[in-house]
């Protein structure tokens, strides 16, 4: 189970406000990110370059470059491969996408040559992934949680 960014805060000694959906994304991305704002954590300057970084580099997921988007998206397909190409029931689906559809950061797709290919509705501007299939996809997770389920 996830820590919540209430836990998140008080474990490094920061307002709730500083634990951004970014923050969260780079911590589930990255498993030293937590340990490496852990161990800054009683240094104001090194844990203020931690957080300007995660900043800076979330702006926009959607500007992910072509090679970029086909590596997540190619690692999609093996997770779903490796679970015998299953998806979720049509209630897991719906519930899924309800979600993405109520999130304030889901948003059309750029013209990225992957969104265009694919015919791309909606994009969620967290992880850049189209939403329709993703949450199709037993494998895959909301980068922020927001499905209420655990990998």
């Keep these: 189970m996830n820590p919540s960014p209430a836990a998140i805060a008080a ?5 709730v406000s500083r634990i951004t959906d970014a923050l969260l994304l780079k911590i589930a991305e990255d498993e ?3 340990h490496h704002l852990e161990m800054c954590r ?3 300057r090194l844990m203020s370059i931690l957080l300007r970084e995660t900043e800076a580099t979330a702006a926009s997921p959607q500007g992910q470059s072509t090679p970029e988007l086909l590596r997540r998206a190619s690692l ?3 997770r779903w491969a490796s679970s015998g190409f299953r998806k979720v029931s049509q209630a897991a689906y719906d519930r899924r996408l309800a979600a993405c559809l109520a999130c304030e950061h889901l948003v059309a797709p750029t013209e990225n040559p992957v969104y265009r290919f694919t015919g791309a509705r909606s994009v ?6 189209e939403t329709r299939r993703k949450a199709r996809l037993p494998a895959e997770a909301c980068p922020i949680g927001r499905w209420g389920e655990e990998r």
């Excluded at 969620?124 to 992934?129: A, K, P, Q, W």
């Design 11 to 15: 474990e490094l000694g920061l307002p």
């Design 32 to 34: 030293l990110f937590l």
């Design 42 to 44: 009683t240094d104001e």
């Design 76 to 78: 999609a397909v093996v």
């Design 124 to 129: 969620c501007n967290l992880c850049g992934c």
